[in-house]
């Protein structure tokens, strides 16, 4: 039993099991949104991420390594860890997606985590938006981040979705540059700078058409939720009269008909 690095809570939720098989060593990983939990896992919605993918499996092993102490391990290959590269790394994609913006390419941006607050992270959602990217934010808690103001933020939106789960998931997208991100952290202070915290990109088209449809329902128009408003007010949507969808019990059925 090892607790992790002094002064860092590790709140990143990872699993690893290395077998041999034959004559070969296999890794099988799993990272994901939630926790361990056999309570929360019946009354939180989150997503993971299952693979036996080599490149997976070896950041991993550096990962575990680092928290035992055995490497100093900084930086990874297919992974975001905090605290060391998880801001960074979300602000060069920003910057990426603003640069294929300007070079004509289809950009956007989708986040869906519990806060944001993050001022550097905000900052550079702020740039992106300035340059006429398209972004949406779905968070379940504090935002600072403040959407629809002319000329600043006129083209980020900011929902929050309440439903018989709580919404825990963390997933970002960004679509010019193709690129699937799920993990344990939210855009805090304390998740970027004190905690170890990671983020694995998916690659599989199964799965990211999985992401892609959470993130259509959360943002449908008739998807019961609140919008944050420029003036920080909260308002209920859609208005009375309206249809309305529930995102949870949707995302419910979907899976249910694939099953």
């Not at 949104?33 to 997976?56: F, H």
């Not at 680092?66 to 605290?83: D, E, I, Q």
């Not at 944001?116 to 905000?122: A, C, N, R, S």
């Not at 855009?187 to 892609?212: F, G, I, S, W, Y």
């Amino acid at each position: 039993m090892v607790y992790g690095l002094i002064g860092l809570k590790t709140h990143c939720k990872t699993a690893l099991v290395v077998r041999r098989e034959g004559s070969a060593i296999r890794r099988y990983c799993h990272i994901g949104t939630g926790n361990y939990n056999p309570k929360t896992a019946r009354l939180y919605e989150d997503v993971g991420l299952l693979t036996s993918a080599p490149e997976i499996g070896a950041d991993l092993t550096d990962l575990f390594n680092s928290l035992t102490g055995y490497s100093r391990k900084v930086s990874y290959r297919n992974l975001l860890v905090a605290p060391q590269g998880i801001r960074a790394g979300i602000v060069e994609r920003i910057d990426r997606e603003i640069a294929a913006h300007r070079a004509g390419q289809e950009a956007r941006i989708r986040l869906k985590m519990n806060a944001l607050v993050d001022e550097q992270v905000i900052d550079a959602l702020y740039r992106a938006s300035r340059a006429g990217v398209p972004i949406e934010v779905v968070v379940r808690g504090i935002c600072a981040l403040r959407p629809g103001v002319p000329e600043y933020s006129g083209s980020i939106t900011v929902r929050s979705i309440l439903g018989r789960f709580l919404e825990h998931s963390r997933i970002i997208h960004f679509n010019a540059i193709d690129e699937f991100w799920i993990g344990s952290a939210d855009m805090m202070h304390r998740n970027l700078d004190r905690r170890v915290e990671v983020l694995a990109r998916v690659t599989d088209p199964k799965l990211t058409a999985q992401l892609d449809d959470m993130f259509t329902s959360a943002l449908d128009s008739h998807t019961r939720c609140w919008e944050l408003q420029p003036d920080g007010q909260w308002l209920a949507s859609p208005a009375d009269g309206e249809e309305v969808r529930d995102h949870q019990v949707e995302m419910m059925k979907r899976h249910r008909s694939q099953t």
